[in-house]
RNA sequence: GCCUCCGUAGCUCAACGGCAGAGCAACUGAUUUGUAAUCAGUAGGUUGGGGGUUCAAGUCCCUCCGGGGGCUCCA
C-alpha cells in the first residue's frame, strides 16, 4: 500500500483499511471518516484485495464533509422512520453546507416534530450502531424496498443501471444508497437540525410535496456553535430587515417584487453607477440607452416570443402588440444595424445599464435578491472572431477589478459548455468553448467546468464572488453568442470588402445592480464605506448653545460635495451618538464650546470611538481622501 | 405557480374564544447635556381585506391579498 502521506505498508489481503489505520496508529485514526482508493472513494470498513494508493478523508476534506453530512442524513432517515413509521424516504444527500432528507409524510413537520427527531438522532449516534453496507442485486434491493413500501427508492432503484447496489443499514434501518459512510454513527458528533419544508420529489411540480428537512452538522460542539452563530450574524445582515432599518428602500402590496428606493437608497444605487460609468468609459465603452417597450415583431425575431414569452409583460399600442424588455440586447442590436460598421470600428463596446421587468413567479420573490423590476449593468461587444478572445480577457479583468473595490477578493469562475437543446454547428461551439477557455487560462484563473449548462446559443463563463459570510453570488456573466447576430443579420465590411458576420459578446459584471445592492447591503452588514454611505457624517452639537457652530461646519461640508448631516435635536450627546451608530454613519462629528473655539471637530468613528479633534481642513482632507481611494 | 408557516400601532413583539397591550419611534413640555438611550405627558388600531361559525372572534372555518421558509446541490 502506498499512503498519500508518502509512507508505504504491507498488509494482508482483505484487511479492512479501518484495520490498517490502527495498525499504522497514525493521528488520523480518530479522525479519517472515509478513504479514497486509487481515487475511489470507499467506507473505512472496505477490505483491500490488492495494492492501491490509499488517501484517508477526514472532516477537514470536502469529501470527508460530503461523507460526514451525508451519514447524517443518513441517521436522520433512521429517526424519522422510528418516530413516523409510515414515512417513505426521498433522498437524502450532503449539500455545500450540511444534509437534507426528504420524507412523505401524511402531516408537515411540527418544530416540536424536529426537536424529537433531533433528540432520537443525538441517541442514535449515542449508540454508535455500525453502518453495514451490503451489494445486493437490483431485484433483491427492489423487493426489500417493495417490502418496505418505499415507492420513492423503488423508482429510482428502477432508473439505476447497474445490476448490483449497495444498501446500507444500522439497527434494522434500511435505505438504498451509493455511499460511502462514517463506519459507525458514534461518529457523527453534533447535529442541529435547521427547519423542515415542502420540496417537489425531484424538484418537478408534477410531482408529490415531500417534507424536506434540513441539518447541520459538525464532529465538534464548539464548531457546531460557531455555525449557528454565523447563521444569527446573517439573519442580522437580512438586506431587508437593514434596508428598514437604514431607510434604503421597500416594497409594497401595491407592486409585488418593485423596488422603491428611498432617498438613501438611492444614493447608494447613484455612486455605484457613478463609478461604474467612469470605469466603462475608461474601458472604451460607448454607453447607451434603449426603449423600455419594443414591438412582437421584434421579439419573435430575437427568439424570446419563443423562449421567454412566460416571463415577458405585454400590452398593445395602436393596435400592435408590445412587450415590456426583459433583456437588453435586441435594442442594442438595432443601435448596431442603424449605421454600416467597417472592420476598423470593431471591437465596437456598447454598454447599457438597462431597466429590465421579468414576471418572476410569485412564490421566488425575495427582497432585492430576486425582483420583477431591475437594472442590468449590461454590455455587447460586437467584434472581429480573431478579436473575441482579447475582449473576454479584457471583460475577466474589468470584473476582477470592480470586485475588488467592493471588497470581493475570493471570485470563483465557472465555464459552462453546450446544453443539448442548442443552436449551431459542432465547429463553432467548439471554436467558441476554446475562445473562453484559453481566455482562462492565458489569465492563469483556475475554473470549475460545467458541461452542458451554457446558454442555447453560446458557452459562457459565470463569476461567483464570495461575500465576508463566505456565502458565493453568482453576479458576472460573459456570454459568447451566435444565435443574434444571425437573427439580426448584423454585419461589417472586412477589409476584402466583403461582408462578415461580426462576433457578439454578451456581458454583465454585478448582474443586478438591485441583486447586488442586497448583497453589498449584507457583505458590508451595514456598514458601509464612507465612498457608499449614503450619510458620510453626522455632525452633533453637544448642546443648543454650539448648534450654530454645527450648521456651519455642515453647510461647509456640505460645499465640498460631502453628505452630512447634522442633528439639532435637544437630546443629550449620547443620545444622538447613539443614534448616528444605529445608523452606521461612518464619522461623527461632535462640537462643543472648545471646538466652537478652536474651530475644529472632535471626530468619532463608527464603531471605533472618539480620535480627537481636528482642524476642519484636516477633517475635510481626511474624508475626501477616504473617499477617493474607496476604503 | 406549488407546499408550508405567518400577518396585532411607524418598528419589535404581548394578549386561555371573554375590556386590544408594552417597549422603541413620533408629537408636546421640561432639561442644555463632552462620546452608545434625560424625565414627564399626549396621540397612535375597522387586529391585512372580505365572508362565515358563536351569546361573544385578534384567536376557530372559508376565501382573497401580502410576507417568510422551501421547491434535484439527485440512491
Redesign the pocket.
Known amino acids: 500500500m502506498k499512503f498519500s502521506d508518502g509512507s508505504e505498508g504491507s498488509f494482508e489481503s482483505g484487511t479492512s483499511l479501518s484495520k490498517i489505520l490502527q495498525q499504522k496508529n497514525s493521528s488520523l485514526s480518530g479522525r479519517a471518516l472515509a478513504a479514497k482508493v486509487d481515487g475511489q472513494l470507499v467506507d473505512l470498513n472496505h477490505a483491500l484485495g490488492q495494492d492501491a494508493t490509499v488517501t484517508f478523508v477526514t472532516f477537514e476534506d470536502e469529501e470527508g464533509r460530503d461523507v460526514f453530512w451525508?451519514s447524517c442524513a443518513h441517521v436522520m432517515a433512521h429517526a424519522v422512520k422510528e418516530l413516523f413509521p409510515s414515512a417513505k424516504?426521498g433522498?437524502?444527500?450532503?449539500?455545500?453546507?450540511g444534509f437534507?432528507y426528504d420524507f412523505d409524510v401524511a402531516d408537515?413537520f411540527?418544530p416540536q416534530d424536529l426537536e424529537a427527531i433531533e433528540a432520537r438522532i443525538a441517541k442514535i449516534i449515542k449508540a454508535n450502531l455500525p453502518l453495514i453496507r451490503e451489494v445486493i442485486s437490483k431485484e433483491d434491493?427492489a423487493s426489500i424496498f417493495r417490502g418496505l413500501g418505499e415507492t420513492y427508492?423503488l423508482e429510482?432503484?428502477s432508473?439505476?443501471e447497474?445490476e448490483q447496489?449497495?444498501?446500507y443499514s444500522q439497527n434494522g434501518f434500511r435505505?438504498?444508497?451509493?455511499g460511502p459512510h462514517v463506519p459507525s454513527t458514534g461518529r457523527l458528533g453534533h447535529v442541529k437540525l435547521l427547519?423542515?419544508?415542502?420540496?417537489?420529489w425531484?424538484?418537478?411540480?408534477r410531482n408529490p410535496?415531500l417534507?424536506?428537512i434540513?441539518g447541520i452538522a459538525y464532529p465538534r460542539k464548539s464548531d457546531l456553535e460557531r455555525h449557528l452563530k454565523r447563521l444569527e450574524e446573517a439573519k442580522k445582515r437580512?438586506h431587508?430587515?437593514l434596508g428598514?432599518?437604514l431607510d434604503l428602500f421597500s416594497?409594497?402590496?401595491e407592486a409585488?417584487?418593485f423596488p422603491f428606493w428611498h432617498p438613501k437608497g438611492l444614493i447608494l444605487y447613484d455612486q455605484i453607477v457613478a463609478y461604474w460609468k467612469k470605469v466603462h468609459r475608461r474601458e472604451g465603452y460607448q454607453l447607451v440607452n434603449t426603449p423600455l417597450m419594443l414591438c412582437d415583431e421584434l421579439w419573435r425575431c430575437s427568439g424570446h416570443w419563443d423562449n421567454y414569452r412566460e416571463a415577458m409583460y405585454c400590452t398593445e399600442i395602436d393596435g400592435i402588440g408590445y412587450a415590456i424588455k426583459p433583456m437588453n440586447c435586441p435594442g442594442g442590436l438595432l443601435i448596431y444595424k442603424s449605421s454600416p460598421h467597417s472592420y476598423r470600428d470593431l471591437p465596437l463596446k456598447m454598454g447599457e445599464l438597462g431597466l429590465v421587468h421579468r414576471h418572476e413567479?410569485?412564490?421566488?420573490?425575495?427582497?432585492l435578491f430576486r425582483v420583477r423590476q431591475f437594472t442590468q449593468d449590461d454590455a455587447h461587444i460586437f467584434c472581429l472572431p480573431e478579436q473575441a478572445q482579447d475582449q473576454v480577457i479584457e471583460v475577466i479583468d474589468l470584473s476582477l477589478e470592480i470586485y475588488k473595490t467592493f471588497g470581493f477578493r475570493e471570485v470563483h469562475v465557472e465555464l459552462s459548455t453546450r446544453p443539448r437543446k442548442s443552436i449551431g454547428s459542432d465547429e463553432m461551439w467548439a471554436r467558441a468553448e476554446e475562445t473562453l477557455r484559453s481566455a482562462l487560462s492565458r489569465k492563469e484563473i483556475s475554473f470549475e467546468l460545467n458541461p452542458g449548462a451554457g446558454a442555447f446559443y453560446g458557452p459562457k463563463i459565470d463569476f461567483h464572488i464570495e461575500d465576508s459570510l463566505s456565502r458565493r453570488w453568482q453576479c458576472g456573466t460573459i456570454q459568447l453568442d451566435f444565435s443574434m447576430p444571425e437573427r439580426f443579420d448584423l454585419d461589417y465590411m472586412g477589409s476584402d470588402g466583403e461582408k462578415h458576420r461580426p462576433v457578439m459578446i454578451h456581458r454583465a459584471i454585478l448582474g443586478s445592480l438591485e441583486r447586488f445592492i442586497g448583497i453589498i447591503i449584507e457583505h458590508y452588514g451595514g456598514d458601509f464605506p464612507l465612498w457608499l454611505a449614503p450619510v458620510q457624517a453626522k455632525v452633533?452639537p453637544?448642546?443648543?448653545?454650539?448648534v450654530d457652530y454645527g450648521a456651519q461646519i455642515t453647510s461647509l461640508l456640505e460645499g465640498q460635495g460631502l453628505r452630512i448631516e447634522i442633528d439639532k435635536?435637544?437630546?443629550?450627546?449620547?443620545?444622538k451618538?447613539?443614534?448616528a451608530?444605529?445608523l452606521k454613519v461612518p464619522y461623527?462629528l461632535?462640537?462643543?464650546?472648545?471646538?466652537?473655539s478652536a474651530r475644529t471637530a472632535?471626530l468619532?468613528l463608527?464603531?471605533k470611538?472618539?480620535i480627537?479633534?481636528l482642524s476642519l481642513d484636516d477633517v475635510i482632507l481626511r474624508l475626501k481622501e477616504e473617499i477617493s481611494n474607496k476604503t
Not at 361 to 367: C, E, N, Y
Not at 590 to 596: C, D, P, S, T
Open positions: 451525508h424516504l433522498i437524502g444527500p450532503a449539500i455545500a453546507s437534507y408537515p411540527s434491493a427508492k429510482l432503484l432508473e439505476l447497474d447496489v449497495s444498501v435505505d438504498l444508497c451509493r427547519g423542515a419544508a415542502g420540496a417537489y425531484r424538484g418537478d411540480e410535496v417534507q424536506r434540513y437580512d431587508r430587515r428598514r432599518q416594497f409594497h402590496p409585488p417584487g413567479k410569485h412564490g421566488v420573490l425575495h427582497g452633533i453637544i448642546s443648543r448653545d454650539h435635536r435637544d437630546e443629550k450627546m449620547g443620545y451618538i447613539r443614534d451608530e444605529t461623527m461632535v462640537v462643543g464650546e472648545k471646538e466652537a472632535s468619532r463608527r464603531h470611538g472618539d480627537g479633534a
